[in-house]
């Protein structure tokens, strides 16, 4: 099974940056996509930003010029950049990964355990 373990949420003022980072362990798997969703409570989970594996990438228009998402070299790992960020972008901040299993080709979707990213007036 493919795990996602994220880092680099926090507490940042109005205006100010944070970067997420999330990884991908497990074995005989290849990831096609790679993104960033987040939840507030009582909202629906919604998509932020995905990258593919040969680098396309998409925005939602709310985030579109002010966050970067990016991939390392192992292409198993996913940064955010996240800069200028307003108070409306107070929430859970998701991992996730599509791909399948090499072994029997069978698809997956993995998701981390979220990461609070609070920006404060």
């Known amino acids: 099974q493919v795990q996602l373990v994220e880092s680099g949420g926090g507490l940042v003022q109005t205006g100010g940056s944070l970067r997420l980072s999330c990884a991908a362990s497990g074995s005989m798997f290849v990831i096609n996509v790679m993104g960033w969703y987040r939840q507030t409570p009582g909202n629906q989970r919604e998509l932020v930003t995905t990258?593919?594996?040969?680098?396309?990438?998409n925005y939602a228009d709310s985030v579109q010029g002010r966050f970067t998402i990016s991939r390392g070299n192992a292409k198993n790992t996913v940064y955010l950049q996240m800069d200028s960020l307003k108070p409306e972008d107070t929430a859970v901040y998701y991992c996730?990964?599509?791909?399948?299993?090499?072994?029997?080709?069978?698809?997956?979707?993995?998701w981390g355990q979220g990461t609070q990213v609070t920006v404060s007036s």
């Open positions: 990258i593919t594996r040969s680098g396309g990438t």
């Open positions: 996730n990964a599509k791909g399948y299993y090499t072994d029997g080709l069978s698809d997956f979707t993995s």
